[in-house]
């Protein structure tokens, strides 16, 4: 499988306007965010920064901040991610097993372990310290070995200790809860900083077995190298990895830390993990994601589980056409367009089966398929246009949410607004119709204007 350099120097010859290089020294505390947070009104690019003022390693941050750029991966346009993700995973390409590979030109074990030899930032004066964002946790389930890539925010406390929070409890959780149960002292845990994107969507997926999703999205295998002091793989042309142990007696204070929902957070599950081991490339490249409600944040963590969610509603609801999660909603708002075809209500049980499926989701707004839903413009005129709120909103009662979420009362628990925008069934024959554009015409300016 090709690399993380590859993909940046692809992204360079073919997309400059999406690389940015920034030359100037550059501190690890709040520059990088701060370049990050002017660059979002330039285009979002990838920043690469060579210099970080006392190390020796470059960074890249905002891989994900363009939804575009994260469609191009699987080979999709920013509207058909979800189709093309399905039909990607449709293909199981296996990881292989390699004997070598770049991420072990040097190895660090012992008295040379030293994480604050790395380019750790952080991010904004009001986090507990630095932090590990890019992260990807390689664990193995104590019972079935079934291996699991997840994300966890990490918290440098040390050369060789990190503080970690499972807060997600995902499957990392799980694992961890059942080498508790074993009376193991640890979990074994590899720590993937930097590699192929495919990858990261892949650990995103909330699921297991990643390598092979990975394998399947990047339409080649993952090669895949073990571990110096782990029966741990891990990929073999990735960036950095350290190598250690979840301890599972030991808890110790770790955040407060920014969020995806744009808030601080103190809310930890206080774990400490001991790095044994580090392996990195001559070239390493330190990946870092701009946390918070960044775009970069909310795209990864979003997109790989709104296509399972895509996926499922759609099975169970033909008629759905399509679904934006919007950057600016947290995960907690889904704009859905539905071909009713006549059949009034039909876009209520899409709504509610959507919910169901998504514990994150607060509020869900409907509309026809002729509202393009990742046209914001498009979405409010159909709300103002196409609803009256006595009866196109509808209020559910209280159930669990995320605990993430700072407006709920009673954490865990929220309510939720379905926002029906859609044209009641015989609207076209009581209104007159939308006025349009004939395609030809579009097609031909277009062409005069060379747009694509």
């Known amino acids: 499988m090709k690399d993380l350099h590859d993909f940046l120097t692809e992204l360079k010859e073919r997309y400059p306007d999406e690389f940015v290089e920034i030359d100037e020294p550059v501190s690890p505390e709040y520059e990088v965010t701060a370049y990050w947070q ?3 009104r330039r285009g979002n690019p990838v920043l ?6 006392g190390y020796d390693m470059p960074v890249v941050a905002n891989i994900f901040g363009l939804r575009r750029r994260v469609a191009r991966l699987i080979g999709a346009d920013e509207q058909q991610f979800y189709e093309r993700w399905c039909e990607k995973l449709r293909k199981v390409i296996e990881p292989e097993i390699v004997r070598q590979g770049p991420v072990k030109n ?9 994480l604050t030899k790395l380019p750790v930032q952080k991010f904004f004066k009001e986090d507990a310290g630095r932090y590990i964002t890019s992260g990807i946790v390689v664990a193995n389930d104590p019972e079935t070995s079934v291996v699991n890539l997840s994300f966890a925010r990490m918290q440098l406390k040390g050369k060789d200790k990190l503080g970690v929070s499972l807060h997600s409890r995902g499957n990392l959780w799980s694992y961890f809860q059942k080498a508790v149960s074993k009376k193991m002292p640890w979990l074994e845990v590899a720590v993937v900083v930097g590699c192929h994107p495919a990858i990261y969507l892949a650990a995103a997926s909330r699921q297991a077995d990643e390598y092979r999703m990975a394998g399947s999205l990047a339409d080649e295998p993952v090669e895949l190298i073990k571990c110096e002091t782990k029966e741990i793989y891990v990929p073999a042309n990735a960036e ?7 301890l599972t007696d030991v808890n110790e204070d770790e955040g407060p830390f920014s969020e995806y929902t744009g808030y601080l957070t103190g809310r930890s599950t206080r774990n400490i993990l001991i790095v044994d081991c580090i392996t990195h490339r001559r070239d390493a490249i330190f990946q870092t994601i701009i946390p918070s409600n960044s775009s970069e944040h909310l795209t990864l963590g979003g997109l790989p589980m709104q296509a399972n969610y895509y996926a499922r509603l759609k099975e169970s609801i033909p008629q759905v056409h399509n679904i934006n999660f919007p950057v600016w909603g947290t995960h907690f708002v ?5 071909d009713k075809a006549g059949k009034e209500g039909l876009q209520i049980r899409a709504a509610l089966s959507l919910i169901g499926e998504n514990p994150y989701i607060k509020y869900v707004i409907l509309v026809d398929k002729d509202v393009n839903v990742f046209d914001e413009q498009e979405v409010l005129w159909a709300l103002a246009t196409r609803s009256q709120p006595h009866k196109s909103i509808t209020i559910l009662p209280l159930s669990d949410g995320s605990l993430l979420d700072p407006s709920q009362e009673q954490p865990g628990l929220t309510s939720r607004a379905v926002i029906d925008a859609t044209r009641p069934v015989h609207w076209e024959e009581q209104r007159v119709s939308v006025p349009s554009i004939p395609e030809d015409v579009i097609g031909q300016v277009r062409q005069r204007l060379k747009f694509k």
């Open 38 to 40: 002017e660059y979002t």
């Open 48 to 53: 690469f920064f060579n210099k970080i003022n």
């Open 106 to 114: 040097v190895l660090k074990t012992g008295d040379d372990v030293d």
């Open 240 to 246: 950095i990895v350290l190598e250690g142990r979840i």
């Open 334 to 338: 889904a704009i859905v367009s539905v």
